[in-house]
């Protein structure tokens, strides 16, 4: 209500919906009828997108949603019953449309004519829109869509929608749809007897049906080709793979350089006490802990929504589909994975072009245990300190084998996971799998940048406000209460003795009867809590702990030397290191992945769920390990 | 949706996945339970409707196939149970 202006107060505004199959073109017909400003969220209950938007017209305003595309108004999911909700004005906040626009590629109006049919038999006011015109053209089809609109008794308008080209029509068309024809008989109800009467009518409108797309056909035997093909792909996701695991790293370095000048610069100008730790260490370096994800994020949807628009990602899926189908995911998942392997939270929202909500929800379940970077330190400190540096076969050392079973543990058990999900959680009855190859296209530059910082914004607005928050909670919790070290302490002891007493301090002291078994004490318990801002940051908090100077070699010789009282052996023997590793595969230790997550599926319920399973699975495996490598011993 | 067109042609019926690339056939049904067979058929996969197999995948599945106008692909899971009959293609397959 507060955004539309006096004039068209007094007139509650028209309430469209438009509604199409997938990749008809609606999302381009909203933004050229909206103006790319969308007002994004969840249906509830489901992880289906909607997008609302509010349009002015003439005489009056009108809000207009888009539906997720429909191949048909029967739902086979919940997920698809949504179209059907919003139509009946089930959905609560949604009042039901007042007017319903059609959305038709005009290259394929065979297929869409079904739709048609069944939206005819609602017997709202209606109009179509074909788009693609351009296309139509290009392919040397024809259509007579005058024809067509006495044929079905409905206003047709004819558009290219990224152009915005008969947009102007159109509007004029949208601002009074009272005065809409309505078709004369309704089609039939039956599937196949509505066939028949599409293309009864179809007859008379095709004047000449569209040939093959020359380019797309030339382009298809090279990017489908059973060797070129494959290799374009790899090349495709080597250059994802780099793209947010190396090329990201120079913007996320100034970043943090950015980070600690401004923390440092906050010390100078403020008061040396509480609230110049508070600014420097807790809300700075929160801030910091957001921004740093976006140079990943920026850049992986730069690529994704490019190679999208174009019509190559489309194309990716149809190569990867048949491997990614063994493990019960589908094509489009392979890249939210593959960016997993830098950082899940880019990863989860690239599970965005992912079109079956049941099939995203999977992907988002298991891209946590992909070995992100942040992995890396903790692996790297604790393989530096406790594997041997043996050479095992010629050239290749027991190290760099032990990190290679780590990275290879995250497919294989990503995989078993989707099945198990698939068979349990998330199961239903398998439906047809369905995938369009768009014709290929030179994308818009507007819409390739609005996606991209669409993607930036949705991140700051809900996932990194979360961050920020829990962050600096954090730094509370290991900061708080403040005792007065005894005197004589050296400042890195001192620090030490800060962090035992502190609230993180008594928490990793009560859960170390919960994670004793795994052989892991206080220590490595507050290790752990801290290491929910990120994983990398147990690598910090063990350094402070162990009161070592640097987190590299002076730290490595802390935790060697460190002896478990009770057995007067030491803390980290073999099997603690081993479960220590294995916890780390597999436990979702990360408050972003977490908040990124509830704002991809709209409730905390999944991030829960995610955090909870995980955490079994980490501390069953964890365990497991110890015990093997207690028998070895 | 079990109908049954099968009487004349007995020879050329078969499956949808069977088809090779750059052939055609015509649909004659599809073996399907409740949801999935009505998706099927609200994707075009009606009685009678011609179905060109334009390739597969690299992997050797999916299949992209062209009917009512449009591209499609499917896997090999979900086409076997489309039953077809051969037809002579109208194009000379490439
Ligand atoms: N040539 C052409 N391309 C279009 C037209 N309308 C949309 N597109 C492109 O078709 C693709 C799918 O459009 P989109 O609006 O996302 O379809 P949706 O799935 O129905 O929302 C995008 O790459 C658009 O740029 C059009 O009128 N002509
Ligand atoms: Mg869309």
Redesign the pocket.
Known sequence: MSESDFQTQRTAPLRLALI??????????FNALTGLRARVGNYPGVTVERREGTLRLKSRTAKII?LP?TYSLDPVSPDEAVVGQVLAGEIPDTPAPEAIVI?ADACSLERSMLLVGQILNLGLPTCLVV?????LRARKGQLDLERLSAALGIPVTG?????GIGLAALREQLASPETWSSPPVMPPTDQIERAAWADSILQHVVEKRPGTHTVTDWVDRIVLHPVWGVALFGFVMVTFFQLIFSWATPAMDLIDLGVSAASDLSRTLLPAGFLADFVADGLIAGVGSVVIFLPQIVLLFSLLYLLE?V?YMARAAFVVDRAMARVGLEGRAFVALLSSYACAVPGIMATRTVPSPRDRLVTILVAPLMTCSARLPVYTLLVAAFVPARDVFGPIGLQGLVMLALYLVAPLSATAVAAVLRKTVLQGEPMPFVLEL?SY?I??LR?WLSQIWGSAFAFLKRAGTIILLTSMLLWVLLTFPQTTPPSGLSPDEAASYALEHSAAGQAGKAIEPLIAPLGFDWKIGVGLLASLAAREVIVATLAQIYSASDPDASLRTAIRADIRPETGKPLFDPPTVAALLTFFVFALLCTSTLATMARETNSWRWPAFAFGYLLVLAWVAAWGVRQIFIALD | MKTDFNSDSESSACRLSEIRPGSECEVMGVDLGDAAGRRMLDLGFLPGTRVQVLRRAPLGDPSLYALRGFQLCLREADSRHVRVTRKASKEPSR
């Open positions: 199409g199959s997938p990749n008809s073109g609606k999302t381009t017909v888009d595309g959305v788009t693609m015109i351009d296309e558009v290219i929608g990224h152009r628009d019509g768009p296209r994308p818009g819409l």
